[in-house]
């Protein structure tokens, strides 16, 4: 009924500034039946009249001057309202809410951010990175990122890239201990975990054998719920761990890690990016994602091919 009673007032102030009913149903988009029932209705439903109407000309009551002077302020308001939306979707402006996971991917996503603030420098990115799933309808998330399978039904996902699960240790590591040759052997070797922060649950070592992903448990050295910490004892040479390849593909690359039973890498965690209707996201939300997709979208910089695996295994 309000959305009615509005277009109503609406077609009483052109119809008072035109001084034409016809007029005023013109410059509505409408018939001048339709101009004439909705004011028709309104008066009804008001038990006033609006409108002196004879077939030259066209006056406000003093009912409906008074109804003009005291909602033309509040529907300029809305009218700015529904100005400033229309513009969060056709401008590349305004906050860009975007959540991810903590562990080990800040430095991924923070370049992707950098650059598309260089891009848009009127948009304020407001970024959440959690290991805890929330929800992302209460949370007003614009873009979000996570790990493992898509998320829930009623939100669009994009699969970017498949990370490798690497076991690795630093060449320190491998010339006091030496180099595990089989899973087995890793019982008898320093070993990290990973817990989760949120329910400090004990992840396992993901393993590919022959193509089907399991899981391995060893006993901890070093237990941590910190991926910065566990790739920092790693490089230490403390332990040996099962690295994510964001954390650890430079390294190896470098030389300050090395790759180890690369016939047991896993690549079955798939980062998803994920987001609501693509049908009314505001331009700057549609704009980060497509940036998104052409960064993240089988970067080589964030996996090893198999030749480099082969290349930087130990032997």
């Not at 400090?200 to 910490?229: K, M, S």
């Not at 040996?240 to 390849?245: A, F, G, T, V």
Request: with cysteine; proline share 6%; net charge neutral.
């Amino acid at each position: 009924m309000l959305r009615k009673d509005i277009r109503a007032i609406d077609i009483l102030a052109k119809a008072a500034a035109l001084g034409s009913l016809r007029q005023a149903a013109i410059a509505q988009g409408i018939t001048p039946q339709a101009a004439s029932q909705a004011l028709a209705q309104l008066e009804e439903s008001l038990g006033v009249r609006l409108l002196h109407r004879t077939t030259r000309s066209l006056s406000l009551t003093e009912e409906g001057q008074q109804l003009l002077d005291e909602t033309q302020p509040a529907l300029a308001i809305l009218e700015r309202a529904f100005t400033r939306a229309r513009q969060a979707r056709d401008e590349v402006t305004g906050p860009l809410r975007i959540v991810g996971p903590r562990s080990a991917f800040a430095p991924v996503l923070w370049p992707v951010i950098d650059e598309f603030c260089q891009l848009y420098p009127d948009v304020q990115p407001e970024v959440q990175l959690d290991d805890n799933l929330g929800d992302w309808v209460l949370d007003r998330v614009d873009v979000g990122f996570r790990f493992g399978s898509p998320p829930s039904k009623g939100i669009i996902a994009r699969s970017l890239f498949a990370a490798q699960l690497i076991i690795c240790a630093s060449p320190d590591y491998l010339s006091r201990h030496g180099v595990p040759r089989s899973l087995d052997e890793l019982t008898l070797h320093r070993c990290s975990v990973f817990r989760h922060p949120g329910s400090g649950q004990i992840f396992p070592w993901y393993v590919d054998i022959g193509g089907e992903i399991q899981t391995r448990e060893f006993p901890p050295t070093v237990a941590t719920n910190n991926t910065e910490l566990e790739v920092q004892a790693t490089l230490t040479g403390q332990v040996i761990s099962q690295l994510s390849s964001l954390s650890a593909a430079t390294l190896i690359r470098e030389g300050r890690l090395v790759p180890l039973l690369i016939e047991h890498v896993a690549s079955h965690l798939h980062l998803y990016a994920y987001y609501g209707s693509r049908k009314v996201q505001p331009l700057r939300v549609r704009k980060f994602i497509e940036l998104a997709v052409e960064r993240f979208r089988d970067n080589k910089d964030l996996t090893l091919s198999t030749d480099e695996l082969t290349t930087y295994a130990a032997t």
